[in-house]
């Protein structure tokens, strides 16, 4: 069931009295999880009640999270909950949603940072590079033990079985030399 929209606007998504979700864009009914999986696919919406066009979209956001707390791994600590909790009526609660969003804004931008610094090391490692050569030989062991275990993405032309002959090879050599460290 595919969530997107037309090149990038607001899905609308109406909320029946009956707790029933309707996702207009697709013209089905949807689950709290499709929600859930819009968020992470950056699908923009907008949940609205679908009898006084009321804005439900944080309450909903808000169920998910409550969902996700309950049922998953829990990413909220218990203290900072309370913290969280005692903000409102306090002075400062105006300025905590734009505190926390800037917060969360820099945290994804330093974790794009800290993945790309890891995919561009990995290039330059040579233990990285090993490893992922590892990584590829343990995964033609398995396409060749177990048909199907390795997934379409993963699999590799029969003209490439020079390179799994040279990594054997490598791998023969690093055994060598493991053993005449053990003596």
């Known amino acids: 069931m595919s969530s997107e929209s037309k090149s990038g606007e607001v899905v609308i998504i109406k909320k029946y009295a009956n707790r029933r979700l309707y996702n207009t864009s697709t013209s089905s009914y949807i689950t709290l999880d499709h929600l859930a999986q819009m968020v992470k696919d950056n699908v923009d919406f907008k949940v609205l009640d679908a009898k006084t066009g009321a804005d439900l979209t944080h309450a909903i956001l808000t169920q998910i999270i409550m969902d996700e707390e309950a049922t998953g791994e829990q990413i909220l600590p218990t203290n900072f909950l309370r913290q969280l909790i005692s903000m409102y009526g306090n002075s400062m609660q105006a300025f905590l949603p734009g505190y926390l969003e800037a917060s969360m804004d820099h945290f994804r931008d330093n974790q794009a940072k800290m993945r790309k610094a890891i995919e561009e090391s990995?290039?330059?490692n040579p233990l990285a590079q090993i490893a992922q050569r590892n990584m590829e030989m343990f995964k033609a062991a398995a396409a060749a033990f177990v048909p199907g275990a390795v997934g379409k993405d993963d699999e590799k032309p029969a003209a490439e079985g020079g390179?799994?002959?040279?990594l054997r090879s490598q791998m023969a050599e690093m055994q060598k030399?493991?053993?005449?460290?053990v003596k």
């Open 122 to 124: 990995i290039g330059t």
């Open 163 to 166: 390179e799994l002959d040279a």
């Open 177 to 181: 030399k493991l053993d005449q460290l």
